[in-house]
């Protein structure tokens, strides 16, 4: 699974998904390229950087609504 915006670092994730908590920012979601279809709620686990690039994080995530509200 991946953000559907190319965070270069897990903290650049948590920084976004503050942003939106507080009302700023934009709402993060995540996608499944080919692999189905992603939970609207509870957790799952992305990782970054996109593809091609060397994954160098992994995340726990919750969801609600379809838009992380948590990075573990």
């Given at each position: 699974?991946?953000?559907?915006?190319?965070?270069?670092?897990?903290?650049?994730?948590?920084?976004?998904?503050?942003?939106?908590?507080?009302?700023?920012?934009?709402?993060?979601?995540?996608?499944?390229?080919?692999?189905?279809?992603?939970?609207?709620?509870?957790?799952?686990?992305?990782?970054?950087?996109?593809?091609?690039?060397?994954?160098?994080?992994?995340?726990q995530?919750?969801?609600?609504?379809?838009?992380?509200?948590?990075?573990?």
């Amino acid at each position: 699974m991946y953000t559907r915006k190319n965070y270069k670092s897990k903290a650049e994730l948590k920084r976004a998904v503050a942003a939106h908590a507080s009302g700023e920012g934009e709402p993060v979601r995540i996608y499944a390229p080919g692999l189905g279809t992603p939970k609207e709620n509870g957790t799952d686990y992305v990782e970054g950087p996109h593809y091609p690039a060397a994954h160098t994080w992994y995340a726990q995530v919750t969801l609600k609504d379809g838009v992380v509200i948590r990075v573990k």
